[in-house]
């Protein structure tokens, strides 16, 4: 894959559990790539703070760890790779969630006429993720709501490995150790892809 630094086109997803790493890591690729960020938490946390309709529909979901609706989230999607800094190429951080929302993001992407290159899955053990997301204290980090995102990202999440690893577009990174070490191992994986 041809990364041209300055004249980026860099389309790829972050796939990894809750606490592995994703928002970290999209941030360096943003400094690294210059291209932005897409998190659908972070759109959807927005939205909540500004108590605009959407974001009070969310809330209750978040809140208990569950996922917002296919539909609002697609449609926060569309609107954010509408915008001309989206263009160039853009980072996915936490979408897609499910098998409806990769369709989806599918269906737009082939309507924009801009493919994934690559979908990068950070991997970080079950115990090591529970641990992080415990000392990381954001308001829905309580233990209950962590077990439910867990549960909620191997039941409808995880299997979107399969679905891309079908797709060739799979590169697997080991979400372990020193973040510019991670970060490194990414931009190995994304430049040897
Ligand atoms: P995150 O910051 O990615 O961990 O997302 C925080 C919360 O926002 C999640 O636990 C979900 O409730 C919601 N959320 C974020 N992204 C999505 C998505 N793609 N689909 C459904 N819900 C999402």
Same mark, same amino acid.
Do not use: C, W
């Given at each position: 894959?041809?990364?041209?630094?300055?004249?980026?086109?860099?389309?790829?997803?972050?796939?990894?559990?809750?606490?592995?790493?994703?928002?970290?890591?999209?941030?360096?690729?943003?400094?690294?790539?210059?291209?932005?960020?897409?998190?659908?938490?972070?759109?959807?946390?927005?939205?909540?703070?500004?108590?605009?309709?959407?974001?009070?529909?969310?809330?209750?979901?978040?809140?208990?760890?569950?996922?917002?609706?296919?539909?609002?989230?697609?449609?926060?999607?569309?609107?954010?790779?509408?915008?001309?800094?989206?263009?160039?190429?853009?980072?996915?951080?936490?979408?897609?969630?499910?098998?409806?929302?990769?369709?989806?993001?599918?269906?737009?992407?082939?309507?924009? /006429?801009?493919? @994934?290159?690559?979908? $990068?899955?950070?991997?970080? %053990?079950?115990? #090591? =993720?529970?641990? !992080?997301?415990?000392?990381?204290?954001?308001?829905?980090?309580?233990?209950?709501?962590?077990?439910?995102?867990?549960?909620?990202?191997?039941?409808?999440?995880?299997?979107?490995?399969?679905?891309?690893? /079908?797709?060739? @577009?799979?590169?697997? $990174?080991?979400?372990?150790? %020193?973040?510019? #070490? =991670?970060?490194? !191992?990414?931009?190995?994986?994304?430049?040897?892809?």
């Amino acid at each position: 894959m041809h990364l041209y630094r300055g004249d980026v086109m860099l389309k790829i997803v972050l796939l990894g559990a809750p606490g592995s790493g994703k928002g970290t890591q999209s941030l360096k690729l943003v400094a690294e790539y210059g291209v932005p960020q897409v998190s659908t938490g972070d759109l959807l946390r927005h939205a909540v703070a500004e108590q605009t309709e959407l974001g009070l529909k969310a809330k209750a979901a978040m809140d208990a760890g569950e996922l917002v609706s296919d539909d609002i989230v697609v449609g926060m999607i569309r609107e954010r790779l509408d915008q001309p800094d989206a263009e160039n190429g853009f980072i996915l951080d936490g979408f897609p969630r499910s098998q409806a929302q990769a369709a989806a993001l599918d269906v737009l992407l082939s309507r924009l /006429d801009r493919p @994934l290159q690559r979908v $990068v899955h950070l991997e970080v %053990d079950n115990e #090591e =993720i529970v641990q !992080r997301l415990m000392s990381r204290g954001r308001a829905d980090d309580n233990e209950e709501t962590i077990r439910n995102r867990l549960a909620v990202f191997q039941e409808q999440t995880e299997p979107l490995v399969q679905y891309y690893k /079908d797709q060739g @577009l799979l590169v697997a $990174v080991k979400g372990v150790g %020193d973040v510019d #070490e =991670i970060f490194a !191992r990414i931009k190995a994986a994304l430049d040897a892809a």
